[in-house]
Nanobody, 119 residues
Framework: QVQLVESGGGLVQAGGSLKLSCAASGRSFSRYTVGWFRQAPGKEREIVAAIASSGDSTYYADSVKGRFTISRDNAKNTVYLQMNSLKPEDTAVYYC????????????WGQGTQVTVSS
């Protein structure tokens, strides 16, 4: 079992930055691939970024490439999402999720943190 808690959301002007954190509790966090997802009102949830268990491989959605950076500190059981050059269309609830590296489906989800980007 893994419990995930997101933090760091808030209100920011377009062009600004935020850093989200996803703190995990439970054993063997370093075994898990972690993804950041977001869901805007009226839209489906989409994956934003993901990072492999060892941190040596990452994935980014085209919409955030070059602006967002995912990283992890397994010693602190924490995954981060640095978001720069934010746009109003980045406004959403952001969730972190975890899955064991050999699985496809994300089994563990946080409660989400709101990110609002004003124009």
């Amino acid at each position: 079992q893994v419990q995930l808690v997101e933090s760091g959301g808030g209100l920011v002007q377009a062009g600004g930055s935020l850093k989200l954190s996803c703190a995990a509790s439970g054993r063997s966090f370093s075994r898990y691939t972690v993804g950041w997802f977001r869901q805007a009102p009226g839209k489906e949830r989409e994956i934003v970024a993901a990072i492999a268990s060892s941190g040596d491989s990452t994935y980014y959605a085209d919409s955030v490439k070059g602006r967002f950076t995912i990283s992890r500190d397994n010693a602190k059981n924490t995954v981060y999402l640095q978001m720069n050059s934010l746009k109003p269309e980045d406004t959403a609830v952001y969730y972190c999720a975890a899955r064991e590296s050999w699985k496809v489906r994300y089994d563990y989800w946080g409660q989400g943190t709101q990110v609002t980007v004003s124009s």
